[in-house]
C-alpha cells in the first residue's frame, strides 16, 4: 500500500499543490523514479479497475494527489460510479480516417504532474504514428518522470504465457507486454475471484452487452479455461513473491530471513537408495507432487566408503530412468554424510517435501549409529518428512 509520506507526498517536488523553490546556480536533479502498483486478474470483470479506484479514493482522502490518466468502463455502471470524484485527464483526439482515436495523454499527464496516476489496460496497443507503440511504455515515461503509476492488466496479457493461454483457451492474444513489466514493478496485487463468481457477473451483464453473453460463455468464459487461467495468474504472483523473499534473503547480513526460507511453490524430493523399494518411493514421490502440481526431484548420495555392485549400479539406473519418466529431476551427490548431502540439496533446490524409505537397519544398528530419519529431522526447517512403510531387508 502507497503510504502518504513514504512513496508519494515527500519525493515528488512537482506535484500540482506546491511550488517547487529552487536555489540559484544550484543543479537541478531528475525526479525519483515513480513507484508502479500492477492490479492483475485471471480475466476481464474480476474487479481490478473498481478496486484500482477505491484504493485511489483512500488515497486521496488521505491528502494524496490522484488522477485518472486512462480509464476503461466498458460501459459497466458500478466502475463509472467509483471513478467520480476523481480528476480525469481528457484523452488526446487522433484522426484516423472517417475514425476519431481516443488514447491517453502522456503529455498532458507530465504537465499536470500529479503524485498517482492511474492508467487502465496496461498492454493496450496505441494508435498509430503516436511516440510510443504500446500503453505500458508511456507508463514508463510517467514513471521516469517521478510520477507513481497504479495500473491494471490480465494474466493473459503476459508474454511469455502467450503460447500456454492459446492452448488453454484458443485465443490468441495480440496485445501483450514483455514479463520484465510486472517483474520489475513494485507492488502487484492478484484481484481474484471464482470462476462461478465470474459467470454470475457475466450471466447479471456487468462484464459484456446482453448480445455478448452468451458467446463469451461458450468461449473465453468456460469454466475450465477460468480454472486455469486463476491457477496461472496467482502461480505468477506466487514466484514474484518467492523470488523477491530470497533475493532479500540473500541480501541480509546473516543470508536469511531469520532462518526462515520462503517457499511458496511445493517442490518433492525423494530420496533413493540401493534398496529395492526405490522405485515405490518414486511412484510414492510422482503421485504426490502429480497431487501438489509440484515439481519432481530424486536423489541418490553415493557412499564415500564403498563402491557400488554391478547389480545396485544397474538399480541406480533404472531408479534415474523411472524419475525421467515421470518429468523429474534426478540428482547424484557424493558424500560420506548422507543426512547432510539431503539437507544441502533440500535447501539448494527450495525442497518443501521430502520422502524416504522406512529405516532398513536393525535396531542396534540405530541405537550406535542413529537414523537417518532422526538426523534429518534436527537437520531440516520448514520441510515436510514423508517416511513410507516397506518390507524390512536387514542388513548383516
Not at 513473491?241 to 511453490?265: K, M, T
Request: charge should be negative; proline fraction near 4%; include cysteine.
Amino acid at each position: 500500500m502507497i503510504t502518504k509520506g513514504e512513496t508519494l507526498g515527500e519525493d515528488n517536488v512537482n506535484s500540482a499543490n506546491s511550488t517547487p523553490l529552487v536555489a540559484a546556480n544550484l543543479p537541478i536533479y531528475p525526479a525519483k523514479r515513480g513507484k508502479h502498483k500492477i492490479f492483475i486478474g485471471m480475466a476481464p470483470g474480476v474487479g481490478k479497475t473498481y478496486r484500482m479506484l477505491e484504493e485511489a479514493h483512500a488515497l486521496k482522502e488521505e491528502g494524496i494527489d490522484v488522477v485518472i490518466g486512462l480509464l476503461e468502463t466498458h460501459g459497466r455502471k458500478e466502475t463509472a460510479e467509483m471513478a467520480e470524484g476523481l480528476e480525469i485527464i481528457p484523452r488526446q483526439k487522433i484522426p484516423r480516417g472517417n475514425l476519431m482515436l481516443m488514447e491517453m495523454d502522456t503529455d498532458a499527464i507530465l504537465a499536470r504532474s500529479p503524485q498517482l496516476v492511474l492508467i487502465d489496460e496496461l498492454a493496450h496497443t496505441n494508435a498509430p504514428d503516436l511516440p510510443h507503440e504500446k500503453r505500458y511504455q508511456d507508463v514508463e515515461v510517467i514513471l521516469e518522470n517521478g510520477i507513481d503509476v497504479y495500473s491494471t492488466m490480465n494474466i493473459q496479457h503476459l508474454e511469455s504465457l502467450n503460447d500456454l493461454v492459446a492452448r488453454i483457451t484458443g485465443v490468441v492474444v495480440r496485445e501483450r507486454i514483455p514479463d520484465r513489466i510486472l517483474d520489475e514493478a513494485d507492488e502487484v496485487v492478484v484481484v481474484d475471484v471464482t470462476p462461478e463468481t465470474l459467470q454470475e457477473r457475466l450471466l447479471e451483464g456487468k462484464i459484456y452487452a446482453p448480445q455478448k453473453i452468451q458467446q463469451a460463455l461458450n468461449n473465453f468464459f468456460q469454466r475450465r479455461n477460468l480454472i486455469a487461467l486463476r491457477e496461472l495468474a496467482l502461480r505468477e504472483i506466487a514466484d514474484n513473491v518467492e523470488e523477491d523473499a530470497r533475493e532479500l534473503s540473500a541480501s541480509l547480513p546473516n543470508g536469511n530471513l531469520n532462518g526462515q526460507v520462503c517457499n511458496i511453490h511445493e517442490r518433492v524430493l525423494v530420496c533413493i537408495s540401493t534398496y529395492p523399494n526405490s522405485l515405490q518411493l518414486l511412484r510414492r514421490g510422482a503421485r504426490l507432487a502429480s497431487y501438489m502440481n509440484a515439481p519432481l526431484f530424486a536423489l541418490f548420495v553415493a557412499d564415500l566408503d564403498r563402491f557400488l555392485t554391478k547389480e545396485e549400479s544397474l538399480h541406480i539406473d533404472m531408479c534415474e530412468k523411472l524419475c525421467q519418466e515421470f518429468e523429474g529431476t534426478f540428482i547424484r551427490v557424493t558424500s560420506s554424510n548422507i543426512a547432510k548431502a539431503i539437507a544441502e540439496v533440500a535447501q539448494k533446490y527450495h525442497i518443501t517435501q521430502i520422502i524416504i524409505g522406512e529405516s532398513q537397519r536393525s535396531r542396534w544398528q540405530i541405537l550406535l549409529k542413529g537414523s537417518l530419519t532422526q538426523k534429518l529431522v534436527r537437520l531440516l526447517k520448514n520441510i515436510d518428512l514423508h517416511i513410507i512403510a516397506t518390507e524390512k531387508r536387514r542388513e548383516e
